[in-house]
């Protein structure tokens, strides 16, 4: 397999609330929710980086398609990273989605291998980490 991702789609249960959430909140770009003429269709796409997308799509509308029955979500099950230039870029996104109505539940604070992170969860309770790592060398 070559590692070509280039959509990552998670499962929300208010389309409307979580397009709220990404594109006014946190100020990511789209063209909003498309495929509503098609019944488990409803999908929005947010542009990411080059390449890559987040799409958010009802977990109803999954299971449908994937055959696999609706389940209770854990937010533990895996993390999305946001990785940014600086400590004061960290405190700044932490508190862009704070008031987006993100639940912060980690504050950022320094990590023990030496970068600076924090914790929060969207309106479905995925989890997020805003982190600043030196090592990394993140380019704007």
Known sequence: ????????????????????????????????????????????????????????????????????????ASPTEFTLGHNVSSKAEVNAVMGQVKNAGAVIVKPAQDTFWGGYAGYFQDPDQHLWEVVWNPQLGVQD
């Open 1 to 72: 397999m070559k590692p070509r991702i280039t959509v990552i789609t998670i499962g929300v249960d208010d389309i409307e609330l979580s397009l709220r959430f990404y594109r006014d909140g946190l100020g990511l770009k789209t063209e909003g929710i498309i495929g509503k003429e098609f019944e488990h269709g409803a999908v929005a796409f947010f542009d990411l980086q080059a390449g890559l997308k987040l799409a958010i799509w009802p977990r109803k509308s999954i299971s449908h398609d994937s055959g696999l029955p609706l389940s209770s």
